[in-house]
């Protein structure tokens, strides 16, 4: 934030000690140790002389979401900037005390030096004042002594206490006093509460009802599960039938009204040409984390609302609370408790606003609310349903593509609070006084795009028309699934490039690389192709190999993947061969853990995910109806980063996923000899159906 | 409501008042303040409550209090003893094999009691092993090398 001072993010104690406060959250991504990493770099102090504060409306810096793989690339400069200037501030001290130039000052290992003399940060911390604004061209003039923290593999510093198995996620919160309460969700999108029958609770037990919105609060979280249960058992609800057929899910996308998003136009068509045309599409995905989603809230008696939450972005959320109740946004004190990982906008930001109206009704009292399994699979919001025609033009003398048309359709993929025009949050539609819940929005194209995220490809084709269509009404709750609308265009664009490369008898690498002018794509593919052996079949039966490549929008990380998969009775991912350049590299084995772990999640989706639903409820709500990828059904990964380090930063969390689907995709084909599922999940029915045409 | 009942968890006699249908993994966390165990389906689907009962993996959501009388438990901050962590709990920092961890108690159980039974599993009899686990981050194979790790060391 421009003009905050540089205490917002880094203060010194007299012993040493280094606290910095940043915006962006851990969430499993390891970002809290890589931005550790940068501060200690640029201050020129040990790690572990750090201490990293967990996010907080009350005294952090309001960095907006962790999201959108922007925190290495965002978060990273301004904290170096805040880093730079304290470290210039204690350097002038030290110049001034010893009468000597700045100039002539080292610092090292948290030593300021200069001949002889020498002091700390700890030792002059009392005669620097750090509530100076942040000059962002301090980090520009800051002396280069690079401390051999950047480019090294620190370990997590989030993670001995959690495989410890020590209180470490907000789940495990116990403040004074605390009660622990439970929300009964309507059984549908669109249901109404009619009554309920409280006869056989426990006289204990508080009941919070406000129009459909029906929770309890009890003393143990034994007592608030039974309560549960008896609220469940006994209410009754007038539901419709609201949902769209399953099973036709391009129809409903299609079917309006919609927005319409214009990328700009390139090229006139050719006039003759070999036309080929496909259609893809990918079902409604949950984010599936393995917490359901926990808050806590207490309405303090100075009139203060204290929340707890592990949302992405707790200003924010801060917001979007006190817009739903009309309070003022200086009263509403929000702070980032760990979670599990969320892989986008999950319920975490529902369940604080479920915490806030629970509290209300023990005023004083702290309350933590859970939320259950089926909840987090049914009612947080899923990653949208998307549909495409994808159309293009082959010059068969020179075997190029020459006009490539794509056409999407897609709800939208932001509904973080605030986002869409209102609060969002879940509970404030089903009040007695509703409020709003818009259908999700997109970020703006120069931000990335939703619905057509890296819908434009990377290729260099003469002619070129990228639309999109994003649905603005909708009973399905959407919002931002981890790499939003890219895994669904770059499976799309890719799969349609082996389409378009065996049409034109062209192998799938060599027809990317004929039509790739970008010299960091094209040695992101051939070092995955090399590592991978292209050009040999997969040393096993039923066996298919394909690749997939993107750049993440169109500016982020390069990521290419090679893929072996056996396809016969079942579809299996046996290896992912994946080469990925994210720019200069902060903590390869972070960069690496996350490519890997995107990569599998992305091949969860591919192989498996689908939300279920009827016509009036969301069925999937558990892991037999919701099933996730297994131990036994992981492939073996390998990340080969590819250095670029004089190019800046760029977040890895997201680059594997499109590629990824692709790679599994053209695979498939690739064991079928060219019969190909369009569709996902690329389930073992899906292939039957293809095969039978 | 309520009744008495006593168990011996991570090696020390307990004793807590509960209402029998409650799950173990409810007094575990609240009675008994051993937070490591984590809630992550209450349905008995996904391992990240796994304790040992008698030695048996199980998932403490779905084990009622009045099955658990008597019995003894150890909870993923038994494992190692004496308050030090299991050597695969090592591994699996030594690996960095997690991403948000919430899985990893679950999976660190499971996989203690697999070496308790084969000391030198397979790679193939480490990913049997730990199918009832899931772990959403992704991070299972790095899980399955750094037990590998560990075992053949």
């Known amino acids: ?693 | 409501m309520t009744q008495s009942f006593t168990l011996t968890v991570n090696g020390e006699h307990v004793t807590v008042e509960a209402d029998p249908g409650t799950s173990l993994l409810h007094v575990l966390r609240n009675d008994l303040g051993l937070r490591g165990t984590r809630f992550g389906c209450g349905l008995g689907q996904c391992g990240a409550c796994f304790v040992l009962l008698d030695g048996a993996v199980v998932p403490s959501c779905d084990t009622p209090m009045w099955s658990a009388q008597g019995r003894t438990v150890v909870t993923v901050e038994g494992l190692g003893g004496n308050g030090a962590l299991h050597r695969v709990q090592q591994a699996i920092l030594d690996g960095q094999a997690a991403q948000c961890a919430y899985c990893i108690s679950g999976i660190a159980v499971n996989a203690a009691a697999l070496l308790d039974a084969t000391p030198e599993p397979s790679e193939e009899e480490i990913t049997e092993a730990l199918d009832r686990n899931l772990c959403r981050c992704g991070v299972q194979r790095r899980v399955v090398q750094a037990i590998l790790a560990e075992v053949r060391k």
């Open chain 1, 1 to 693: 934030m421009t003009g905050a001072p540089v205490s917002r993010h880094v203060t010194v104690g007299p012993d040493g000690t280094i606290e910095v406060r940043v915006g962006k959250v851990e969430i499993g991504q390891g970002i809290v140790t890589a931005l550790s990493q940068i501060a200690a770099d640029t201050l020129g102090v040990p790690p572990e002389r750090i201490r990293m504060l967990p996010a907080s409306t009350r005294y952090g810096p309001n960095e907006g979401f962790t999201a959108g793989s922007l925190s290495i690339a965002t978060s990273g400069p301004a904290l170096r900037a805040a880093c730079a200037q304290a470290r210039a501030l204690f350097v002038a001290e030290a110049a001034r005390r010893w009468e000597v130039g700045p100039g002539m000052i080292t610092v090292r290992d948290g030593r300021l030096s200069c001949g002889d003399l020498t002091t700390s940060y700890g030792e002059l911390a009392e005669s620097v004042d750090l509530g100076v604004p942040v000059d962002p061209d301090a980090a520009a003039g800051a002396p280069a002594e690079p401390t051999g923290q950047i480019g090294r593999s620190l370990p997590r510093l989030d993670l001995p206490a959690k495989v410890a198995g020590r209180p470490a996620y907000l789940h495990d919160l116990r403040l004074p006093g605390q009660l622990f309460g439970r929300v009964l969700r309507p059984p549908s999108p669109g249901a109404r509460l009619l009554r309920y029958g409280a006869s056989r609770l426990d006289p204990q037990v508080t009941v919070v009802r406000d129009g459909s919105f029906l929770g309890v609060v009890a003393a143990d979280e034994a007592g608030a599960a039974r309560a549960l249960a008896l609220l469940r058992d006994t209410a009754e609800w007038d539901e419709r039938d609201t949902l769209p057929d399953e099973n036709d899910l391009h129809a409903y996308l299609r079917s309006g009204p919609h927005q319409t998003i214009e990328t700009p136009t390139v090229g006139e068509p050719p006039a003759t040409g070999r036309r080929l045309r496909a259609r893809y599409g990918r079902p409604f995905i949950a984010h599936a984390s393995m917490a359901p989603s926990c808050a806590a809230a207490r309405w303090n008696d100075d009139g203060t609302l204290s929340v707890w939450t592990h949302s992405q972005g707790i200003h924010p959320l801060r917001t979007a609370i006190a817009g739903s109740l009309g309070l003022e946004e200086s009263r509403v004190h929000v702070d980032h408790v760990d979670g599990a990982g969320c892989y986008g906008h999950n319920a975490a930001d529902d369940a604080a606003f479920d915490a806030v109206l629970l509290a209300r009704a023990v005023p004083g009292r702290p309350v933590l609310v859970q939320w259950t399994r089926q909840d987090e699979l049914t009612w947080a919001p899923f990653g949208s349903a998307m549909s495409a025609d994808v159309s293009a033009t082959l010059d068969e003398a020179t075997g190029r593509v020459t006009s490539w048309e794509y056409e999407l359709w897609s709800q939208g993929h932001a509904a973080r609070p605030g986002f869409a025009g209102a609060p969002g949050l879940l509970a404030g539609a089903y009040l007695e006084n509703p409020l709003a819940l818009p259908a999700a929005a997109d970020p703006p194209l120069e931000r990335g795009g939703g619905s057509l995220r890296n819908a434009v490809p990377i290729y260099a084709f003469p002619h070129r028309r990228v639309t999109g269509h994003r649905l603005l009404e909708t009973p399905i709750r959407s919002s931002a699934l981890r790499s939003l609308g890219a895994f669904m265009n770059v499976f799309a664009i890719e799969s349609f490039m082996d389409e378009l490369a065996g049409a034109a008898g062209a192998d799938p690498l060599e027809f990317r690389l004929a039509h790739l002018t970008d010299d960091r794509a094209r040695a992101v593919l051939e070092r995955a192709a090399e590592a991978a052996g292209w050009g040999t079949p997969p040393p096993f039966e039923d066996g298919g190999r394909g690749i997939g490549f993107a750049q993440y929008k169109n500016a982020g990380a390069y990521c290419a993947v090679v893929a072996d998969v056996e396809a016969g009775r079942r579809i299996r991912a046996r290896r992912l061969t994946i080469a990925v350049d994210v720019g200069r590299v902060v903590n390869p084995d972070g960069v690496r853990n996350q490519i890997e772990g995107g990569a599998v999640q992305a091949t969860s989706w591919t192989l498996k995910e689908r939300v279920r639903f009827d016509r009036r409820r969301i069925t999937s709500g558990d892991w037999e109806s919701y099933p996730i990828l297994r131990f036994s059904e992981t492939p073996h990964v390998t990340v080969d980063i590819v250095e670029h380090p004089g190019t800046p930063s760029v977040g890895a969390g997201e680059a594997a996923q499109g590629p990824t689907a692709a790679a599994l995709a053209n695979a498939v084909a690739d064991a079928l000899d060219g019969v190909r599922v369009r569709d996902l999940p690329l389930t073992p029915e899906a292939v039957m159906d293809a095969i039978n045409g």
